[in-house]
């Protein structure tokens, strides 16, 4: 990232926020509405970003070395900061976290990623890029499972590895899908997280 | 479905099956081509269709009333016939409806369902279609449950809809995406159904 510098002109508007986190703002809103208009990776081009931006193509090629890191980077920023959990209740934290990935910028994230999931089959390294990003997210729950196992509140023989997709399964097909509509959204996390503990408590 | 026509000529092949049967093969097996090489629904034509699957344009509107129910029909037709439970242990019936959805041609199902994905946020229709093919399906699970709890091997409040969501969401993650690869394929339908019984069981 570089700091404001001197652009387009159009740019310029009520001060208080550097300009370039605005251009940037722009920049990712672009991509992720592109995205959600059902526009594959191929079909998105630096221009067309740049144009519904409001900014020069220069500006993107400054922040970001291609398209691939730029959309990767669009579709981390809806999800927001890494959440830290509390770390004394393993119930606490796991419901914590899956209200995390179901607020209203999330549910619009679920969306944006079923329209990345086919490019994730064509292009294996954009696949990868993806994966390198969530990866921290998951190991946030995967720590909460872990430090239950150890301090006895979760059976020893837990397999964490199992556990993290049978939490998180259900949630995505949720967000992305409403795969089960007679599963309602209220109380939901909850209601996952008590019945995934019924069978993995001490 | 017709009985076999005279149609373009070129279709004579060797005896034995019948005719419309043949064609109908090749046009669904050419729609999840298109489909699974990531063409959206958009961008598939009738045309294109008979083209890659040899037949005439004609041969496909007699038996499809249009481009959306022969696409929904593709889909269906790598599912394979509705699978019936034995009925005697909850854990069995489970495992093998896991199973039997994980075969070699429905993982290649499941990537051609990641295709289908950003068509039903754009087009609430064919996602309505989708689902009255999946319901059925999803009733054979649901009835395994309810017959559980009737005959005691499950809790009498388990939630029959959460369950269904606990166990196709992990399942569907890993056949579509291979969500967790940390989770291995090989024994992953009983891993998965002993984790859910443990909390679920009576």
């Known amino acids: 990232m570089t700091t404001a510098v001197t652009e387009t002109g159009q740019e310029r508007k009520a001060p208080g926020r550097p300009r370039s986190a605005q251009a940037d703002e722009a920049i990712l809103d672009a991509v992720l509405e592109l995205l959600g208009g059902g526009h594959s990776v191929a079909a998105i081009s630096i221009e ?58 999330s549910l619009r994230y679920g969306q944006v990623t079923v329209c990345l999931l086919p490019e994730f089959l064509k292009d294996e390294h954009l696949h990868d890029m993806w994966r390198a990003v969530m990866e921290p997210r998951r190991d946030v729950m995967r720590q909460v499972l872990r ?22 399964g259900p949630s995505m097909m949720q967000n992305m899908l409403q795969w089960n509509p007679a599963v309602p959204p209220e109380g939901f996390a909850e209601a996952l997280v008590d019945a995934f503990l019924r069978g993995a408590a001490a």
């Open 147 to 168: 430090r239950g196992i150890a301090k006895g509140e979760l059976r020893a023989d837990l397999d964490v590895e199992l556990s993290l997709l049978m939490i998180n």
């Open 48 to 105: 067309a970003v740049a144009a519904k931006a409001g900014v020069g193509k220069a500006t993107i090629y400054r922040r970001w070395p291609n398209k691939e890191a730029l959309i990767i980077d669009a579709v981390a920023s809806m999800k927001g900061p890494l959440p830290v959990p509390v770390g004394e209740s393993v119930r606490d934290d796991l419901v914590m976290l899956l209200k995390a990935s179901r607020t209203g910028r």
